[in-house]
């Protein structure tokens, strides 16, 4: 591979998307961007976790609390 190809990889930002067994939602990349029904950016960051079991406090993001009620999925 020539040194022009490695550096086109090395540029290629890589977002991964996964679910957490038991938990929530894991996003990753470079620069995320988690934006309002507005369009309005609300927070950017390199990794947010979405809830998936619908009792967080601070939706959508996880607070922990489907350790209290026992999620599975
Ligand atoms: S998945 Fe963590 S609070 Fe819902």
């Known amino acids: 591979m020539s040194?022009?190809?490695?550096?086109?990889?090395?540029?290629?930002v890589i977002?991964?998307?996964?679910?957490?067994?038991n938990g929530p939602?894991?996003?990753?990349?470079?620069k995320l961007d988690l934006i309002?029904?507005?369009?309005?950016?609300?927070?950017?960051?390199e990794r947010f976790s979405?809830?998936?079991?619908g009792h967080s406090a601070s939706q959508p993001m996880c607070d922990g609390?489907?350790?209290r009620i026992?999620?599975?999925g």
């Open 3 to 12: 040194e022009q190809q490695n550096n086109k990889t090395e540029e290629k």
């Open 15 to 21: 977002t991964k998307l996964f679910p957490r067994p």
């Open 25 to 30: 939602l894991v996003v990753t990349g470079e």
């Open 36 to 45: 309002d029904e507005n369009g309005k950016v609300i927070k950017s960051a």
């Open 50 to 53: 979405i809830c998936r079991c």
């Open 65 to 67: 609390s489907h350790n």
């Open 70 to 72: 026992g999620f599975t």
